[in-house]
T-cell receptor, first 114, second 116 residues
């Protein structure tokens, strides 16, 4: 799997937008970009994923660069509950259509300041 | 719908003892995964079941670890004998069977294993 690079930590004020960057310069044409987050004392949880186009869901938005070598997870209005470690993961679709393992990097630890 | 559950939430054992961790995936999820994070390291993949079959066990660290999924429902991960370096948090995840594309894995809360 292609490697992802994220800043170790970021801070944001409560109720302000947060942009979490991820570099994946070796991404292949079929790799999907996933974002998961892990709240304290919990397992990782799905946030969003995309392939080429920008994606929006109730939790966040995902902005994917035109060359797909980087992406940004956008939390439109950070809350204290968004304090977590955010992981950017690349996942290649399995040829046998079976979900495969994820490779977690170190992630970005987001601190939300009241 | 119940999520992925893991038992126990925390286990403290002595070096050389045996521990068995259990994971109950979401009902209907054929895919079941085990991951772990040892102290200060990243979350690492251990193995992947599709129903009762081991699809990929390339991440299992050594033969002290044995995973089973009899009947394709819940799974157990046994560590025998446990060593100090096995301490960490063990996560289980599951996902439904799907076609090609990107999918979501549903993670349990993890079992914190402490080997003393």
């Amino acid at each position: 799997d292609a490697k992802t690079t994220q800043p170790n930590s970021m801070e944001s004020n409560e109720e302000e937008p947060v942009h979490l960057p991820c570099n994946h310069s070796t991404i292949s044409g079929t790799d999907y970009i996933h974002w998961y987050r892990q709240l304290p004392s919990q397992g990782p949880e799905y946030v969003i994923h995309g392939l080429t186009s920008n994606v929006n869901n109730r939790m966040a938005s995902l902005a994917i660069a035109e060359d797909r070598k980087s992406s940004t997870l956008i939390l439109h209005r950070a809350t204290l509950r968004d304090a977590a470690v955010y992981y950017c993961i690349l996942r290649a679709p399995s040829k046998r259509y079976i979900l495969d393992q994820f490779y977690f990097g170190t992630g970005t630890s987001l601190t939300v300041i009241p | 719908e119940a999520g992925v559950t893991q038992f126990p939430s925390h286990s403290v054992i002595e070096k050389g003892q045996t521990v068995t961790l259990r994971c109950d995936p979401i009902s209907g999820h054929d895919n079941l995964y085990w991951y772990r994070r040892v102290m200060g390291k990243e979350i690492k993949f251990l193995l992947h079941f599709v129903k009762e079959s081991k699809q990929d066990e390339s991440g299992m660290p050594n033969n002290r670890f044995l995973a089973e999924r009899t009947g394709g429902t819940y799974s157990t991960l046994k560590v025998q004998p446990a060593e100090l370096e096995d301490s960490g948090v063990y996560f289980c995840a599951s996902s439904p069977p799907r076609g090609p594309g990107a999918y979501e894995q549903y993670f349990g809360p993890g079992t914190r294993l402490t080997v003393t």
